[in-house]
T-cell receptor
Framework: DTGVSQDPRHKITKRGQNVTFRCDPI?????LYWYRQTLGQGPEFLTY????????KSRLLSDRFSAERPKGSFSTLEIQRTEQGDSAMYLC????????????FGSGTQLSVL | GDSVTQMEGPVTLSEEAFLTINCTYT??????LFWYVQYPGEGLQLLLK?????DKGSNKGFEATYRKETTSFHLEKGSVQVSDSAVYFC???????????FGPGTSLSVIP
């Protein structure tokens, strides 16, 4: 069990650029979640996958955001035409298939949009 | 929609003081309830959970009881330590397959 891995740890970009983040969940976990956290706030749900199927997307997720999990293993979150309001910590979490309720979180990707 | 409310922080306590962090929730049905903790420089991790009414979750000296009648899940510890300084998040999930909804978090600082 190597834990949930996220890459990169930090990303600085200019407004209008596209960015992509990667998440590698714990290997036997079939459910993967993306959250966004801003300073002083709790994690806000963005979307989640069961295997390769995207089962729910938050209304927070505008058309500029897209997430994929093509083979049911790692996942990517892409933000197109970034805005300053997208600056946040993007967290990935996974859960096992055996009905375990505990979420295992990665360390997150800190995005700064200048 | 479903939501979680927590007492606002920051909370500052002296070592060995008693801790209570209030949490109430709004949800249909019978969600599972959680406390997650984020220590400085570390990722979120589960502290304790309760899956049905009147269950008590406990870990590392922390306790919380699932109170359906008051829709609450208050976190308590009898004697806090400096190492308990962290941000604490109350959360709920309708099923083990559903998303987890987090409260805004309560920052705790324990001073020697």
């Amino acid at each position: 069990d190597t834990g949930v891995s996220q890459d990169p740890r930090h990303k600085i970009t200019k407004r209008g650029q596209n960015v992509t983040f990667r998440c590698d969940p714990i290997s036997e976990h079939n459910r993967l979640y993306w959250y966004r956290q801003t300073l002083g706030q709790g994690p806000e749900f963005l979307t989640y996958f069961q295997n390769e199927a995207q089962l729910e997307k938050s209304r927070l997720l505008s058309d500029r955001f897209s997430a994929e999990r093509p083979k049911g293993s790692f996942s990517t979150l892409e933000i197109q035409r970034t805005e300053q309001g997208d600056s946040a910590m993007y967290l990935c979490a996974s859960r096992s298939r055996q009905g375990e309720e505990k979420l295992f979180f990665g360390s997150g990707t800190q995005l700064s949009v200048l | 929609g479903d939501s979680v409310t927590q007492m606002e922080g920051p909370v500052t306590l002296s070592e060995e003081a008693f801790l209570t962090i209030n949490c109430t929730y709004t949800a249909t049905g019978y969600p599972s309830l959680f406390w997650y903790v984020q220590y400085p420089g570390e990722g979120l991790q589960l502290l304790l959970k309760a899956t049905k009414a009147d269950d008590k979750g406990s870990n590392k000296g922390f306790e919380a009881t699932y109170r359906k009648e008051t829709t609450s899940f208050h976190l308590e510890k009898g004697s806090v330590q400096v190492s308990d300084s962290a941000v604490y998040f109350c959360a709920l999930s309708k099923t083990s397959y559903d998303k987890v909804i987090f409260g805004p978090g309560t920052s705790l600082s324990v001073i020697p």
